[in-house]
T-cell receptor, first 115, second 113 residues
Framework: DAGVTQSPTHLIKTRGQQVTLRCSPKSGHDTVSWYQQALGQGPQFIFQYYEEEERQRGNFPDRFSGHQFPNYSSELNVNALLLGDSALYLC??????????????FGPGTRLTVT | GEDVEQSLFLSVREGDSSVINCTYTDSSSTYLYWYKQEPGAGLQLLTYIFSNMDMKQDQRLTVLLNKKDKHLSLRIADTQTGDSAIYFCAESLRDNYGQNFVFGPGTRLSVLP
């Protein structure tokens, strides 16, 4: 059983560019959450997708947007990249349905460097 | 507001017990979690405890919850060098729109041989 997978592993972009990160949830999971983890810090919640809609959002600007596809996979898009967007971006999936997703499993992350 | 705090560093000798502490602020938290992160990797779910429980044991791991003081701890018995990692405490907040997780800054555990 494949766990949560993310691509790419590493990415280097220039300020002002746009980036798309991808995530495939664990088999049987239908809810995907995205987190930003800056160096030396804990993950910060960006948003959560369920049934192809953004269900919750953390304190991140509109430059951060996402999408969930019918197969439950998800994308995170960041526009107009800033140096401060450099971080490890983590995707997590859970078998929420309309219940309580009390178990959340993380992918290995995508390391984004903005120069 | 939501805030999770942890001490940043802990160093123990191999074979000793490790105790990692965490405090949280939101009394409506339903579940509290411990995650482990090894260098260059994502987060691995270690264990979680429901907020109406006081203790949960899972092999070498013991979680203690003091809801009155909003204090959570993770005890690792017989700590091994492979336990060296960063440990994150997280609280899970649920509202009508779903659930999100609030993580602490992480405690870096170093296990000395």
């Amino acid at each position: 059983d494949a766990g949560v997978t993310q691509s790419p592993t590493h990415l280097i972009k220039t300020r002002g560019q746009q980036v798309t990160l991808r995530c495939s949830p664990k088999s049987g999971h239908d809810t995907v959450s995205w987190y930003q983890q800056a160096l030396g810090q804990g993950p910060q919640f960006i948003f959560q997708y369920y049934e192809e809609e953004e269900r919750q959002r953390g304190n991140f600007p509109d430059r951060f947007s996402g999408h969930q596809f019918p197969n439950y996979s998800s994308e995170l898009n960041v526009n107009a990249l800033l140096l401060g967007d450099s971080a490890l971006y983590l995707c997590a999936s859970s078998p929420a349905g309309r219940g309580f997703p009390y178990e959340q499993y993380f992918g290995p992350g995508t390391r984004l460097t903005v120069t | 507001g939501e805030d999770v705090e942890q001490s940043l560093f802990l160093s123990v000798r191999e074979g000793d017990s490790s105790v990692i502490n965490c405090t949280y602020t939101d009394s409506s938290s339903t579940y509290l979690y411990w995650y482990k992160q090894e260098p260059g990797a994502g987060l691995q779910l270690l264990t979680y405890i429901f907020s109406n429980m006081d203790m949960k044991q899972d092999q070498r791991l013991t979680v203690l919850l003091n809801k009155k003081d909003k204090h959570l701890s993770l005890r690792i018995a017989d700590t091994q060098t492979g336990d060296s990692a960063i440990y994150f405490c997280a609280e899970s907040l649920r509202d009508n729109y779903g659930q999100n997780f609030v993580f602490g800054p992480g405690t870096r555990l170093s296990v000395l041989p």
